[in-house]
C-alpha cells in the first residue's frame, strides 16, 4: 500500500516529507494539544485534555494566533523542544 501525505501549504515544489512513525503507547508522552484558532477547536481539546488526564498522560496546550496563517517559527520550534506527540484541533 503506496502511503501518499499532502501538504496544504502552497509550495510551488513541495519537499518529499516520510511520515514518523506512530508510537505504539502514550506511556511516558508529552502530549501538546494544539488549537489552530477555528471555532470549536477548543471544546474538542478541552475533551480530549479530559480523557488524557484520566490516563494519567500529560498535556501541555498551544494556540495558533489566527488559523489563517502558518504557526509561527517560535511556536513551532516550542512545541518540537517540549512534546513527544501533537494532536491538532480542526474544527468549525
Known amino acids: 500500500m503506496t502511503l501518499i501525505v499532502l ?15 506512530r508510537r505504539e503507547s502514550l506511556d511516558g508522552a508529552r502530549v501538546g494539544l494544539l488549537d ?3 471555532a470549536r477547536g477548543d471544546v474538542f ?8 488526564a484520566e ?4 498535556v501541555r496546550r498551544y494556540a495558533k494566533p ?17 512534546c513527544d506527540v ?4 480542526l474544527a468549525d
Open 7 to 21: 501538504d496544504p501549504t502552497d509550495e510551488r515544489a513541495p519537499a518529499q516529507r516520510e511520515p514518523l512513525p
Open 36 to 38: 489552530i484558532s477555528k
Open 45 to 52: 481539546l478541552d475533551r480530549l485534555a479530559e480523557l488524557l
Open 55 to 58: 490516563r494519567g498522560v500529560p
Open 66 to 82: 489566527t488559523f489563517a496563517k502558518p504557526m509561527p517559527p517560535d511556536l513551532r520550534k516550542e512545541i518540537a523542544a517540549e
Open 86 to 89: 501533537v494532536i491538532e484541533a
